[in-house]
């Protein structure tokens, strides 16, 4: 029996407790350390690079946060390395190097994107999570990812991402497939992770009953309030706001 209590330990915080006013960019080293420094569950988003190195980043493009028009899937490390986030001083870590930085402080929720074939990502990093002492667990959008999860790793903590897919590019009948979680029959999912915006949800609902949902990303007064209704933890940002306000 997997033992998901540490999902509920403390809140989670999107993307590491990042906050540029502070110099502070997401998914950074920085970020991971104020996670750390309060206790927080972090989540994080990787990538892998086309000389197989994975690295901590959640767009699959440069662009948004380095001001570099390129793709991660055609990018080596040594050709990124030195990029500044945010024209801040912190870069785009190495996934493991985070992993050695965090070395068990705190549990992580850490999710596979899909800009490659499934499989290449989900194998390398398990290369190097098969030596990693701390607790965690992986989530994604797309549910072939739960499955490899199934079918290679089934003692791995797996969660599916959901939300209404409005926003991404996919046919209708993949969407509503998606959004109503018709996967789950065969990927079987720990948890989900469900978009607070598309809540309240009688499917989630039923789901909570048995296993724990995760709400993304409560971010204020509104979406907290929303969140403790229908979710057992909350990805946030604005932590600090938050638990004066709600906590």
Same mark, same amino acid.
């Given at each position: $029996? @997997?033992?998901?209590?540490?999902? @509920?330990?403390?809140?989670?915080?999107?993307?590491? $407790?990042?906050?540029?006013?502070?110099?502070?960019?997401?998914?950074?080293?920085?970020?991971?350390? #104020?996670?750390?420094?309060?206790?927080?569950?972090?989540?994080?988003?990787?990538?892998?690079?086309? +000389?197989?190195?994975?690295?901590?980043?959640?767009?699959?493009?440069?662009?948004?946060?380095?001001?570099?028009?390129?793709?991660?899937?055609?990018?080596?490390?040594?050709?990124?390395?030195?990029?500044?986030? &945010?024209?801040?001083?912190?870069?785009?870590?190495?996934?493991? =190097?985070?992993?050695?930085?965090?070395?068990?402080?705190?549990?992580?929720?850490?999710?596979?994107?899909? =800009?490659?074939?499934?499989?290449?990502?989900?194998?390398?990093? $398990?290369?190097?999570?098969?030596?990693?002492?701390? @607790?965690?667990?992986?989530?994604?959008?797309?549910?072939?990812?739960? &499955?490899?999860?199934?079918?290679?790793?089934? +003692?791995?903590?797996?969660?599916?991402?959901?939300?209404?897919?409005?926003?991404? #590019?996919? &046919?209708?009948?993949?969407?509503?497939?998606?959004?109503? $979680?018709?996967? !789950?029959?065969?990927?079987?999912?720990?948890?989900?992770?469900?978009?607070?915006?598309?809540?309240?949800?009688?499917?989630?609902?039923?789901?909570?009953?048995?296993?724990?949902?995760?709400?993304?990303?409560?971010?204020? !007064?509104? =979406?907290?309030?929303?969140?403790?209704?229908?979710? =057992?933890?909350?990805?946030?940002?604005?932590?600090?706001?938050?638990?004066?306000?709600?906590?």
């Amino acid at each position: $029996m @997997k033992d998901l209590s540490f999902l @509920k330990s403390n809140l989670i915080a999107h993307r590491g $407790m990042h906050d540029i006013e502070r110099g502070i960019p997401e998914n950074s080293m920085k970020a991971f350390k #104020e996670a750390i420094e309060n206790n927080y569950i972090i989540e994080l988003d990787i990538h892998i690079l086309k +000389d197989n190195n994975i690295v901590v980043i959640h767009d699959d493009n440069l662009e948004r946060l380095t001001g570099i028009n390129k793709d991660l899937k055609d990018s080596t490390y040594n050709e990124i390395k030195d990029l500044k986030l &945010n024209n801040t001083d912190e870069h785009i870590p190495l996934f493991k =190097d985070v992993l050695e930085y965090v070395s068990g402080k705190v549990p992580l929720v850490i999710e596979f994107k899909y =800009d490659v074939k499934v499989g290449r990502l989900e194998k390398e990093a $398990m290369k190097i999570l098969n030596n990693y002492k701390g @607790k965690y667990v992986v989530k994604s959008f797309n549910p072939l990812t739960i &499955n490899w999860f199934k079918k290679n790793y089934p +003692d791995v903590i797996r969660g599916q991402l959901v939300s209404s897919f409005e926003t991404f #590019e996919l &046919n209708k009948v993949l969407k509503y497939f998606l959004k109503n $979680m018709k996967f !789950n029959f065969i990927t079987k999912p720990d948890f989900i992770s469900y978009n607070i915006k598309n809540l309240p949800n009688k499917k989630v609902e039923k789901f909570r009953k048995n296993k724990p949902v995760l709400g993304w990303v409560v971010r204020d !007064n509104e =979406d907290m309030n929303i969140a403790t209704k229908y979710c =057992d933890n909350y990805i946030c940002e604005n932590i600090d706001k938050l638990k004066k306000d709600n906590l």
